[in-house]
């Protein structure tokens, strides 16, 4: 689905990172963690087209992707960017209809249809009630749904989303990473990043540890993450504890 | 199915809400066009029907043309600028339309030419300014590119101010001075239909692209990452749009001279009243430009004896009227 090959990212003038290569199979979530400024957003803005590629390839179902326009790249990859405040009140129901641009033409507004697929999308993620809220007065959780929502109205195959869960409550965090799992179960292949190495093991299949734009680590959450690798990463000591019933979780220990 | 009905109820509000505001815009805006036929100083009387004939369609049409189309333009290209740098703050004159033209009107002026060529030369200096900001902001690299834009409009339009302030020390101070500070601030007395059937179809001309574009122009009101990851190109766009708007505002400052305000104020106006979705805020900000700026007109050359230049009326009436409308809208625009 996705195949990323030696890929040597940055800015134009500044490479970030390097020899990242993984692939990404249809349904499957994939975690990034890294520390900060370890790429991990290049990266993700790499994989959508929004910064050129250094080296390397990416192949979108076994095609270059750096021979697509902006809209086939936008049919594909739906993004998911850090929830911030907006400049202007548009209801979340005409924010997610913004996700519907690629599907038409330049002088086109949202037909019967685009508006189907966002009253669709936004029930699928259980905020209809919100759809004739403004933007600017939803909270922070409510708001990041709502991009969520947007990007699934782009009808993506893959869903990249920039962390996901930063700067929200530990409930909401919670129910962005339940709904990462039932997309991901509806078909779509998930990329997102996060500072949380638990969430790795709740939300995703696969695990890729960034440390200075290069892969510490890829494998499954099991595999990778683990005391040593955490250390190397993060530079503070850690537990990785066995949980009753299966699963695991991340202990700091502190000094 | 519940809320599939409450979809359709919300939305048909929205609609009703929409259509009655823009009717009664409307009706105000066709209200005031004939009261602004039959007030002046010179009186009307239906006795006299080839007198009234002249006056309507000869001195006063004109005019209450103009100022609907100088006010529904600025309206427009303000409901495009605050949307598309995404800062309320914002008028028509940011990215150095009126300080381009008041250079080409005062350098016209300055060369003793006719009032025909001020006008030509205001246009041309309006668009070249706003393209000597486009092409200079776009060029400062590793900046966000609309605020390398706005920083290059402020001072483009600082260095034209300067170099306007500079020839004015070197006018004539009984001829040309007097005549470059009415124009600075702005009148609609002189007006020929002439000069209407050239600055109409170029406002004209700026419209037709903003509404077609009405539904994309709202991703410009995004992060250009996320406009772009949603399959847009937000730098063509924009600069299409950016063009579009100039060219309404420079159409408009040729005739009219520069009238503040209206480009801030009724953009904010029509947000609080349809939100801002531009498909919806274009139609009703054009109507409330036109309708703001004829009633000001209006007021400016029927209510006392020497007529007020309405650039200063807009101000006067539009600074209370801003901070009124800035209580209200909160937190939101």
Redo the contacts between chains.
Sequence with gaps: MLAVDSLAFGYPRHTVGRDVSFTLGAGEVMCVLGPNGSGKTTLLRTLLGLLPLHEGKILFNGKDFSSFPRREIARFAGYVPQAHQPYFAYSVRDMVLMGRSAHLGTFSTPAAHDREVAARVLESLGISPLADRPVTEISAGERQLALVARALAQEPRLLVMDEPTASLDFGNQVRVLERIAALAAGGISILFSTHDPDHAFLAAQRALLLAEGRVLALGTPREVIRADTLERLYHVAVQVVPLEGGGHTCLPALK | MY??VA?FF?DSI?RIRYAAALAIAFAGLLALVVLALLVGRYPLSLSDLPMLKTVVLEIRGPRVLAAALVGASLAAAGTVYQ?IL?NPLVSPDILGVSSGAALGAVVAMLLSMNFFMVQILAFAGGLAAVALVYWIGSRLRGHDPLLALVLTGVVVGTLLGAVVSLLKTLADPLGQLPAITFWLLGSLASVSPRELAIAAPLAIAGLIPLA?????V??L???D??A??????PGRLRLLVIAAATLMTAAAVAISGIIGWIGLLVPHAA?LLV???F?RLLPLAMLLGAAFLLAVDTLCRAATAVELPPGVVTALIGTPLFLWLFALSR???
Excluded: C, I, Q, V
């Design positions: 809320l599939g979809a919300f929205e949307g995404r077609l574009l009405r539904w994309r709202n991703l009101t995004l992060p990452d996320e772009r990851a949603l399959g847009a190109d947000r939100g801002p979705g498909g937190r939101s625009w």
